[in-house]
């Protein structure tokens, strides 16, 4: 079996999560958080399109991670984040992160907005 280190260029992996809290890049930051090639932020929730349709162009795909439990993500920003050309796909925040840093080791234009667990 060949076994190769994952490198991530510029993009930062997500280490691990708790209550509260996401570790990436090796920085604990605390509440929700958005992701992708540009840089970690904080995130406002559900309401914050803006902070969310910045991340196109960018990626092609952003992971919204719901929190503890899958829910719906509003329709509302849905369409929005659709119509600014972003595929969405929403997850368990800790499916999330492991989509996302899977993915990411691949080398694809992805992004992740996070509700913690």
């Known amino acids: 079996m060949r076994i190769n280190e994952v490198?991530?260029?510029?993009?930062?992996?997500?280490d691990g999560y708790g209550p509260g809290f996401f570790r990436i890049g090796g920085e604990v930051i605390e509440g929700a958080v958005l992701v992708r090639p540009g840089g970690v932020s904080a995130w406002g929730g559900y309401e914050d399109v803006a902070a969310l349709t910045s991340a196109a162009g960018?990626?092609?795909?952003?992971?919204?991670?719901?929190?503890?439990?899958?829910?719906?993500?509003?329709?509302?920003?849905?369409?929005?984040?659709e119509a600014a050309g972003l595929g969405v796909e929403a997850m368990a925040s800790p499916a999330a992160c492991r989509?996302?840093?899977?993915?990411?080791?691949?080398?694809?234009?992805?992004?992740?907005?996070?509700?913690?667990?």
């Open 7 to 14: 490198t991530y260029d510029d993009s930062r992996p997500i």
């Open 99 to 117: 989509t996302y840093n899977v993915l990411l080791a691949e080398g694809r234009r992805v992004g992740v907005a996070l509700l913690p667990v």
């Open 58 to 81: 960018e990626v092609d795909v952003l992971f919204i991670g719901t929190g503890a439990e899958i829910a719906h993500v509003p329709a509302g920003l849905r369409a929005a984040l």
